[in-house]
């Protein structure tokens, strides 16, 4: 199973939004309320916003296709603190999670944080998504610190942050 690893277009904006869908419905459910998926999907994933992002230096959006067929997507910011660098989206399709996309991914991704002069790649992740964490320990990742982010619309977000060296 190949994976191809490309930067995410404005032509893809409406697939990655609608994937975006698919995996939160999957994951979020049982964690947050139908509400916050909503909130979050409408605030998060919206064309205008996604195509802003696109265009923002310092910002990076990269999609994982297999056979041509959009599988996952990751965005990365750098962050405020010198070095550092935010995995703050990773998603892959529920089909086909456990397949190496998600590592793929975060390989793609470390590997622009060293470019970048950055030695940690940071990520948050809601306490309760087990899946996630347990992924993300997977490749290396540790939790540094736990934070609670009013986000608007009565929502929180109740997060680990999590690192690790690059």
């Known amino acids: 199973m190949p994976i191809a690893i490309a930067p995410v277009s404005a032509n893809d904006v409406e697939v990655i939004a609608a994937l975006a869908r698919v995996v939160w419905q999957d994951a979020y459910p049982a964690i947050i309320t139908q509400a916050q998926i909503d909130y979050m999907l409408a605030q998060r994933y919206a064309a205008p916003r996604l195509l802003e ?14 056979d041509g067929t959009l599988a996952g997507f990751a965005a990365t910011q750098l962050t405020a603190t010198p070095g550092e660098m935010k995995l703050d989206k990773l998603y892959v399709d529920p089909a086909r999670q456990r397949l190496g996309l998600g590592g793929a991914l975060i390989a793609h991704v470390a590997a622009r944080a060293r470019r970048e002069g950055c030695a940690t790649l940071i990520l948050a992740v809601n306490k309760q998504n087990a899946r996630a964490i347990a992924a993300y320990r997977k490749h290396g990742f540790t939790v540094r610190e736990s934070v609670r982010v009013d986000i608007g619309g009565g929502f929180v977000m109740d997060d680990f942050i999590m690192e690790r060296s690059v």
């Open 53 to 66: 992002e696109l265009a923002t230096p310092g910002l990076w959006w990269d999609r994982a296709t297999v």
